[in-house]
């Protein structure tokens, strides 16, 4: 089979893209990346990993996505011409929104079958309570990708929602978990210091609606332990003040931003991690936690409830639940055997249902089916 990948450009949501290429590749497709972006390297190159990318569009203008959008259509447009000699894919496939824009048009134009994976739409990100110039527009394009693409993948439930109330039947969205790289994620490796002699909870990413003010007020309920938050942002020096205004500023640290390749480290480094924002589209922190052999204490919704099984690989607590939230990291940070016998079943977890592989073999029967509907069962 052959799979054209279709990417905006290389933003931390869309690595797993790389992942993907390869584990299709790895099962026996000719697979080839193509990158909405500039063409300072060669235009087409074989990795190691064996598949092939190719760039296709001039650099991305540097400001909101929205200045990118114009010149997506025409990326499409080239696409086309570009598969209408030599090799064609016989299935296409966009990545993130900006991506599934090129996507859509190259398939319109070559009548090929179209999946796309948004990774978060824009109205998840309202949700959260993200402050984006463009996300009014880029609503209005998800909902005409929903209508255009054969098949739209979630992440989650939630996400499964999503997309139907943008406006996709329910029966041509597949639901596939991104995988963790199992590589990196794993619980054996070195961890970031402790000091103090509290115990950990890690808490990862750092903006409007990640829910790190629950965890500051959730907190005070849970004595002995810090809270570490994973990331850097504006609302900062607001938390900062928020966890004064509580009584628990010396348990509380943010670290600044932190390189994707050091977060096994703080992972590891963690008795719990706590995940408790207004919106999860994607289970990407727990997974990853998980795959550390870490518990998580988390809120039920999207892809945290997806990932997390309640009293087998962590605690599932009502959205919103400040008080419960604390309650369930007050118990778990007491009980080293439970928080140890959830991390070995976290880890089974990952190992089970959340690898790449996994993603790509469910990838793959989703073509097939496109390319066969009536020799692969639905």
Same mark, same amino acid.
């Given at each position: 089979?052959?799979?054209?990948?279709?990417?905006?450009?290389?933003?931390?949501?869309?690595?797993?893209? @790389?992942?993907?290429?390869?584990?299709?590749?790895?099962?026996?497709?000719?697979?080839?990346?193509?990158?909405?972006?500039?063409?300072?390297?060669? $235009?087409?190159?074989?990795?190691?990993?064996?598949?092939?990318?190719?760039?296709?569009?001039?650099?991305?203008?540097?400001?909101?996505?929205?200045?990118?959008?114009?010149?997506?259509?025409?990326?499409?447009?080239?696409?086309?011409?570009?598969? @209408?000699?030599?090799?064609?894919? *016989?299935?296409?496939?966009?990545?993130?929104?900006?991506?599934?824009?090129?996507?859509?048009?190259?398939?319109?134009?070559?009548?090929?079958?179209?999946?796309?994976?948004?990774?978060?739409?824009?109205?998840?990100?309202?949700?959260?309570?993200?402050? =984006?110039?463009?996300? +009014?527009?880029?609503?209005?394009?998800?909902?005409?990708?929903?209508?255009?693409?054969?098949?739209?993948?979630?992440?989650?439930? *939630?996400?499964? !929602?999503?997309?139907?109330?943008?406006?996709?039947?329910?029966?041509?969205?597949?639901?596939?978990?991104?995988?963790? =790289?199992?590589?990196?994620?794993?619980? !054996?490796?070195?961890?970031?210091?402790?000091?103090?002699?509290?115990?950990?909870?890690?808490?990862?990413?750092?903006?409007? +609606?990640?829910?790190? *003010?629950?965890?500051?007020?959730?907190?005070?309920?849970?004595?002995?332990?810090?809270?570490?938050?994973?990331?850097?942002? =504006?609302?900062?020096?607001?938390?900062? *003040?928020?966890?004064?205004?509580?009584?628990?500023? $010396?348990? /509380?640290?943010?670290?600044?931003? /932190?390189?994707?390749?050091?977060?096994?480290?703080?992972?590891?480094?963690?008795?719990?991690?706590?995940?408790?924002?207004? @919106?999860?589209?994607?289970?990407?922190?727990?997974?990853?936690?998980?795959?550390?052999?870490?518990?998580?204490? +988390?809120?039920?919704? +999207?892809?945290?409830?997806?990932?997390?099984?309640?009293? /087998?690989?962590?605690?599932?607590?009502?959205?919103? $639940?400040?008080?419960?939230?604390?309650?369930?990291?007050?118990?778990?940070?007491?009980?080293?055997?439970?928080?140890?016998?959830?991390?070995?079943?976290?880890?089974?977890?990952?190992?089970?249902?959340?690898?790449?592989?996994?993603?790509? @073999?469910?990838?793959?029967?989703?073509?097939?089916?496109?390319?066969?509907?009536?020799?692969?069962?639905?």
């Amino acid at each position: 089979m052959r799979v054209g990948l279709i990417r905006a450009n290389t933003r931390p949501m869309e690595a797993g893209t @790389s992942r993907v290429a390869a584990e299709l590749a790895a099962l026996g497709h000719d697979v080839r990346v193509f990158e909405c972006r500039g063409n300072a390297s060669p $235009d087409e190159e074989f990795t190691e990993s064996g598949y092939a990318v190719h760039r296709v569009a001039p650099p991305a203008p540097s400001g909101p996505a929205g200045r990118f959008v114009a010149q997506l259509a025409g990326v499409g447009r080239r696409l086309a011409d570009r598969w @209408s000699s030599g090799w064609v894919p *016989d299935v296409v496939h966009g990545h993130y929104w900006l991506g599934g824009l090129a996507a859509a048009t190259a398939a319109r134009r070559t009548g090929l079958p179209m999946v796309q994976t948004f990774y978060s739409v824009g109205t998840a990100q309202q949700r959260l309570g993200r402050a =984006d110039a463009c996300l +009014g527009e880029r609503i209005a394009l998800e909902r005409a990708l929903t209508r255009a693409a054969d098949v739209t993948v979630a992440q989650s439930p *939630d996400e499964v !929602d999503d997309l139907t109330r943008l406006g996709a039947a329910r029966a041509s969205v597949a639901m596939i978990p991104s995988g963790v =790289d199992t590589g990196l994620f794993q619980p !054996d490796g070195e961890a970031e210091a402790r000091t103090g002699g509290y115990g950990r909870i890690v808490s990862v990413g750092l903006g409007p +609606g990640h829910g790190q *003010d629950h965890l500051i007020r959730a907190l005070r309920y849970v004595p002995g332990a810090e809270l570490v938050i994973i990331g850097g942002g =504006d609302v900062a020096s607001a938390l900062q *003040d928020l966890a004064r205004r509580v009584g628990v500023a $010396d348990r /509380v640290r943010i670290t600044g931003p /932190v390189p994707h390749e050091r977060m096994p480290r703080w992972y590891r480094s963690a008795d719990v991690v706590a995940c408790t924002p207004r @919106s999860a589209p994607s289970g990407a922190v727990p997974v990853e936690a998980m795959a550390c052999g870490v518990p998580v204490v +988390g809120y039920a919704l +999207g892809g945290i409830a997806e990932s997390v099984v309640d009293e /087998v690989t962590g605690r599932l607590v009502k959205p919103g $639940d400040v008080r419960g939230a604390g309650h369930a990291l007050r118990e778990l940070m007491g009980t080293r055997v439970q928080r140890t016998a959830y991390g070995d079943a976290a880890v089974d977890r990952v190992q089970c249902r959340y690898t790449w592989e996994r993603t790509a @073999s469910a990838l793959e029967a989703v073509y097939q089916r496109l390319l066969n509907p009536q020799a692969v069962p639905a």
